[in-house]
């Protein structure tokens, strides 16, 4: 049982470069949520999904898509990178309330 | 909008003095209250969800209660091994797919001193 896998682990892009950061949990859960996380800031949410074909926006979406076309996937697309989108990125799965997500070990992206 | 503050930001203890972290909240209507531990360079892990006023949840040297406004999270007699960041998030009870969300608060970095 892997949990939540991201990859790459660490990442670093030139500006206006677009990648995707991938996401794969096997616990068939249906809650899905994509963060980042800044010194100072803690974790801020940018998209979410409740099940597959049904995402939503968080706190701090621009710059960013996503889409779910299975339970198992949840992508998320940079589409021109800037400096300002340097942090680590953290993917995380739930069933729903009360058991919390359990989130992957993070991907470390870096744009120049 | 939900908002969450933990202090304090760091705590140096000694092994086996005993502490409390805080966590203050603002949410609507409170679905769930969580704790998590995150280790550097690793995702949160999960340790706790709190969901009324007067609960409690123990884990080994944990306890996390819950009031109307805040939550802290007591730790006896820490160990090295208990060092880390400790995050406190919440969730709002909402009619849409936001009542998933979590909003979390900045952590406390605890280090515990053999």
């Known amino acids: 049982n892997a949990g939540v896998t991201q990859t790459p682990k660490f990442q670093v892009l030139k500006t206006g470069q677009s990648m995707t950061l991938q996401c794969a949990q096997d616990?068939?859960?249906?809650?899905m949520s994509w963060y980042r996380q800044d010194p100072g800031m803690g974790l801020r949410l940018i998209h979410y999904?409740?099940?597959?074909?049904?995402?939503d926006q968080g706190e701090v979406p621009n710059g960013y898509n996503v889409s779910r076309s299975t339970t198992e996937d949840f992508p998320l697309r940079l589409l021109s990178a800037a400096p300002s989108q340097t942090s680590v990125y953290f993917c995380?799965?739930?069933?729903?309330?009360?058991?919390?997500?359990?989130f992957g070990s993070g991907t470390r992206l870096t744009v120049v | 909008e939900d908002q969450v503050t933990q202090s304090p930001e760091a705590l140096r203890l000694q092994e086996g003095e005993s502490s409390s972290l805080n966590c203050s909240y603002t949410v609507s209507g409170l679905r769930g209250l969580f704790w998590y531990r995150q280790d550097p360079g690793k995702g949160p892990e999960f340790l706790f969800t709190l969901y009324s006023a007067g609960e409690e949840k123990e884990k080994e040297r944990l306890k996390a209660t819950l009031t109307k406004k805040e939550s802290f999270l007591h730790i006896t007699a820490p160990k090295p091994e208990d060092s880390a960041t400790y995050l406190c998030a919440v969730q709002a009870d909402r009619w849409d797919f936001g009542n998933e969300k979590l909003t979390f608060g900045t952590g406390t970095r605890l280090t515990i001193i053999p």
């Open positions: 995380a799965s739930s069933p729903g309330t009360p058991r919390g997500y359990t």
């Open positions: 999904s409740v099940g597959a074909g049904i995402t």
């Open positions: 616990m068939n859960h249906e809650y």
